[in-house]
């Protein structure tokens, strides 16, 4: 299903009855990255599962969005289609959303689940310090000492040989992506006032543990599930310890 927000197809797919629950995928992703979660969250609740402008069957915004785009799109969202108040699911990217969404419109979420959520900025090591110097350098490099072509051109070879996997993929939601990397969205994890279920990879190497357990203890009502040997993708690597979890944590004390 379609719906226009701000001249903008956004696809969703909606399945179940009950509490609503809204899906909110990963970078890079779409509705049906949750499509095991959704399959069986339908059977018990009114699940919604989004497309994000840019990703997926929706359209790419005329210009680069970051989180809080995004958070206005979630509202615009939930009014059209008549939700007052519901659950919110995120991953990864989705988590970012969640973050800032449930901190500003505490009156429209019911409970939280963070799955392997970004929204922190990474701790500067040492080793990160070298690999950014390194690339830097690299980068000018480059620029020297390839021949012909303008600079533009230079930077989107050099990018597209040597940037991250999720930046080469990016293609024109690059400076979006640019964009949402560098917020952090540390100051907004007191603010969330709902029930927060926080689950993690132990192995997640994109969003490492620590941001969990950070979250943890910034978020007043939060509780951290560590799925053990599980990656980045702990919701798959552990799909049905997942859905069921989520599930009782939704139906609460019913």
Known sequence: MFLKIDNMDIYYKRAGYGKKVILLHGWGGRADSFLPVFNYLSTKFDVIAIDFPGFGESQIPNEPWGVRDYKDMLLKFFDALGIDKASILGHSFGG???IMFSAEHPERVEKVVLV???GLIPKRTFKYY??????KLLKKLYILFTFGN??????EKFYEKYGSKDYKESGNMRQ????VVNEDL???????KSPTLLIWGSEDKDTPLYFGKTME???????????????HFSYLDRINDFNIIVSK?????E
């Open 150 to 155: 303008s600079k533009e051109e230079k930077l």
């Open 186 to 192: 540390a100051g907004y994890l007191p603010k969330i």
């Open 176 to 179: 979006t992506f640019v964009k």
């Open 249 to 253: 944590f939704f139906e609460g004390d």
């Open 130 to 135: 070298y690999k950014v110097y390194k690339f």
């Open 116 to 118: 392997d959520s970004a």
């Open 217 to 231: 203890k910034e978020i007043p009502d939060a509780g951290l599930v560590v799925f053990e040997g599980a990656g």
């Open 96 to 98: 970012r959303v969640s």
